[in-house]
């Protein structure tokens, strides 16, 4: 295969991934009254523990003001609750409430359940092989951007 081929099926394919996933979260964060980036949001500390709208904004690669936007519109609606630090009382960190927490559940839960619908009738080594290649394109685009 040309580089020339590689690169177009590789900028093909990386798109085509983002749109379905993208299509995938939109659907399961709208059933609960989320935007996405609400969702990738609460995910994140779900995942990852608390954060500061500093920290937050870095790890989501999104500017902080958008992410303190978002996140007081989501302990507003009783999503998050902001707690001060308890070593240093000016540092406000990001957790999920009780109300936070069960949503992440339940979208983890019907992602889990649209996965095992999906994968019905595949093999192990199947799926091994999809990871496998996923990680060999992440290792790829690693490098690339190492560039």
Known sequence: MEVTDFKNNLWDYTRKIGENTNMIITSLCEHHGLTVLQGRILVEIKQHGSHTIGSLASRLNIAGTN???????????????????????????????????????????????????????????????????????????????RL
């Open 67 to 145: 992410i303190s936007t978002m996140c007081k519109k989501l302990a507003t609606k009783g999503f998050l609750q902001r707690v001060r630090d308890e070593k240093d009382e000016r540092v406000v960190k990001l957790v999920l409430s009780e109300k936070g927490n069960k949503v992440v559940e339940e979208i983890n839960q019907e992602l889990i359940e649209k996965i095992s619908v999906s994968i019905k009738g595949e093999t192990k080594d199947s799926l091994f092989d999809i990871i496998s290649g996923l990680k060999k394109m992440n290792d790829l685009l690693e490098k690339i951007n």
